[in-house]
C-alpha cells in the first residue's frame, strides 16, 4: 500500500527592488559556471561533456524564463546550494590550517 503526502506549495516570494536582476544573475551564473568547469576539463569528456553543456544551456533558459517573468515562484540556488560550500570550503581551510 502507497501512502503519498502531499507538501505544502511554496509559498510566493516577496518583491524588492532589485530582486529580478540578481535572479537572472543567479539563474545564468550556476549553469555557467557548470558549463565552464566541463569546458575546462583537460582530458576527453565525449558525449558525457556535450551532453552536460546542452542540459547546462537548456536549464539555464528555463531558470532565465522563470527568474524573467516568473520571478515570485524563483528560488535563489546561490542560498540553497552556495551556502553549504561556502560552509565546507571554510572547514576545509580551518583544517588546512590547523594541520
Not at 549553469?31 to 561533456?49: D, E, R, W
Amino acid at each position: 500500500m502507497w501512502l503519498l503526502y502531499a507538501r505544502a506549495p511554496v509559498p510566493d516570494a516577496p518583491y524588492w527592488p532589485g530582486r529580478r536582476p540578481l535572479a537572472l544573475l543567479d539563474a545564468l551564473g550556476w549553469p555557467g559556471l557548470i558549463a565552464a568547469m566541463v569546458g575546462s576539463l583537460s582530458m576527453q569528456t565525449g558525449i558525457v561533456g556535450s551532453l552536460t553543456l546542452a542540459l547546462c544551456v537548456l536549464f539555464g533558459v528555463r531558470r532565465c524564463v522563470r527568474a524573467l517573468w516568473r520571478n515570485e515562484r524563483y528560488q535563489f540556488t546561490t542560498w540553497r546550494c552556495g551556502l553549504p560550500l561556502a560552509v565546507l570550503l571554510a572547514i576545509g581551510a580551518a583544517l588546512k590550517l590547523m594541520a
